[in-house]
């Protein structure tokens, strides 16, 4: 079943028509999710009884995520998180416009790259409207563009031992009596060369704007929202990355939530 049958159908069900539900903003009642059949509810039955090796044996990781048409983008997309970082290095960046911002790519790599908006944007270009799912509940079409992350990767080498990618962010999102703690993210390298990941640095036909992770976010569209990371200070390749963190490859993984959030 098509996703815009569940969507027409959960309208129905909410005894709502589109145009009235439309103008009620937002993202949670538009897009279905509560469809007793719905990604997420999915996702989370599966990570009950399922273990990540099994998950990755039951789930063709090299399927393409569903693409929409201009048509299906309903509304903005939801900002979620950190929406409007006030780190020091950050405010920096935004008050040029990000003109001097520069993607750093290392780690286990041939060649680290430094990466300015102005060279991603003469690299090869992606474009995708595609949903974005929240653990939390609620979803939104959007369309994104951007440079393959398999390209960046491409460029840099990346080195056999590598094993992941971690993205380092701009945003604290916690303050806590040891410190502040930056958002962080990490994805394999299956999902990371995955065609339609890609290092999005633009969303609904303008530049990405602040409250989406200018100047660059990931989309890394078989996974739920979490593993997206906003605000990209860096791209390092690691082998292990038991010792950022918590240990667990992530902001939300440290608190609780999967590694392996595929949808
Ligand atoms: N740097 C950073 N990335 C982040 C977050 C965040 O708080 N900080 N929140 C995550 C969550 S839970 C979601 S659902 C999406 C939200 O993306 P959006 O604001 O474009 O909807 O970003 C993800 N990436
Ligand atoms: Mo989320």
């Not at 200070?233 to 918590?246: K, N, P, T």
Request: proline letters at 4%; glycine letters at 8%; one cysteine or more.
């Amino acid at each position: 079943m098509s996703d815009r049958l569940l969507t027409r159908r959960a309208l129905l069900r909410a005894g709502m028509t589109a145009a009235s539900a439309s103008l009620l903003g937002g993202c949670k009642v538009l897009d279905g999710l509560s469809a007793p059949d719905n990604t997420i509810r999915r996702f989370m039955e599966r990570a009950n009884d399922l273990t990540m090796a099994m998950q990755r044996g039951v789930l063709n990781r090299d399927a393409l995520a569903t693409e929409y048409s201009a048509a299906d983008i309903r509304q903005p997309q939801r900002p979620n998180g950190v929406t409007n970082p006030q780190d020091d290095a950050y405010l920096a960046l935004k008050s040029t416009d990000f003109a001097d911002y520069r993607l750093e790519v290392g780690g286990m790599v041939h060649q680290p790259l430094s990466l300015s908006l102005a060279q991603m944007r003469t690299m090869p270009v992606r474009r995708q409207i595609t949903r974005h799912d929240c653990v939390e509940g609620w979803s939104c079409i959007a369309d994104w563009t951007g440079v393959p992350l398999a390209y960046v990767l491409s460029v840099a080498g990346v080195r056999s031992e590598a094993r992941y990618v971690l993205f380092h962010c701009f945003d604290t999102i916690e303050r806590s009596l040891s410190g502040t703690v930056r958002y962080y993210e990490t994805i394999d390298l299956v999902d990371a060369r995955h065609p339609q990941t890609i290092l999005a640095w633009g969303m609904n036909g303008a530049a990405l704007p602040v409250p989406n992770g200018a100047p660059l976010r990931v989309r890394v569209e078989r996974q739920l929202g979490y593993k997206m990371a906003k605000y990209i200070r860096a791209i390092e390749l690691v082998d292990d990355f038991s010792a950022v963190g918590r240990g667990r490859g992530g902001y939300w993984e440290d608190r609780g939530y999967e590694w392996y959030a595929g949808i």
